[in-house]
């Protein structure tokens, strides 16, 4: 099974409209880091925002905030009044917290969404 | 503070020459990942190393792929005999510990092209 799905691979949207990114994840640890990257065109991986899986708060970062359904497994990216420079790729990725099964340390990516935003 | 840096940015090798892709991890990180990324792809994890030892290597291929990452000095992605299909981006990223809630800091990526 996927640990992480990220099920639109392109989406368009106006500027300055909110947009929602989907992200499912699948994991019987307790402990786990659900994490947002941006890839722009240039290519980099930029890290937008982090999600632990105690939190009880949704986290923020500026214009981005992430909707964590713990029961539902799902920690969907939502950007307020998109701009033209959002136009890009966006990672949902998890690090899972199990100490005794080696290699959860790791950072496991889906697949992306490609964000164009319209003026 | 400088961030992770790769070097080359970008490598050209003819098949059957031999790549080596370097990473230095943030001041103090002692765990380095690689990474992988396919064209119009999602990154796949390869490698994940602390300071003189592998830890996970379960998305490395078997043959022609090493790396490492000794005491002192950058870590090592390497790629002998390279063939097309090795042609990606390579991305290396650090964090402090192997903890479930730290972000993993990546750099700029290597675009590894094989003629």
């Known amino acids: 099974a996927q640990k992480i799905t990220q099920t639109q691979p392109g989406m368009f949207v106006q500027e300055k409209e909110a947009v929602t990114l989907d992200c499912t994840y699948d994991?019987?640890?307790?402990?786990?880091?659900l994490f947002w990257y941006k890839q722009p065109s240039s290519g980099e991986m930029i890290f937008l925002i982090y999600q632990g899986s105690y939190d009880e708060q949704n986290a923020t970062e500026g214009r981005y905030s992430l909707n964590f359904q713990k029961a539902r497994k799902s920690a969907n990216l939502v950007i307020s009044a998109s701009q033209l420079g959002d136009s890009a790729m966006y990672f949902c990725?998890?690090?899972?917290?199990?100490?005794?099964?080696?290699?959860?340390?790791?950072?496991?990516f889906g697949t992306g969404t490609r964000l164009t935003i319209i003026p | 503070n400088a961030g992770v840096m790769q070097n080359p940015r970008h490598l050209v090798r003819r098949r059957g020459q031999e790549a080596r892709l370097r990473c230095s991890p943030m001041?103090?990180?002692?765990?380095v990942y690689w990474y992988r990324q396919l064209p119009e792809e999602g990154l796949k994890f390869m490698v994940y190393?602390?300071?003189?030892?592998?830890?996970?290597e379960s998305g490395m291929p078997k043959e022609r792929f090493s790396a490492e990452f000794p005491k002192e000095g950058p870590s090592i992605l390497r790629i002998q005999q390279v063939v097309r299909g090795d042609s990606a981006a390579y991305f290396c990223?650090?964090?402090?510990?192997?903890?479930?809630?730290?972000?993993?800091?990546f750099g700029s990526g290597t675009q590894l092209s094989v003629l």
């Open positions: 994991t019987s640890d307790q402990s786990y880091g």
């Open positions: 190393l602390q300071k003189e030892n592998i830890i996970d």
């Open positions: 001041k103090g990180h002692s765990h």
């Open positions: 990725a998890m690090r899972e917290g199990d100490w005794s099964n080696f290699g959860n340390e790791k950072l496991t």
């Open positions: 990223a650090s964090s402090l510990s192997g903890s479930w809630n730290e972000k993993l800091f």
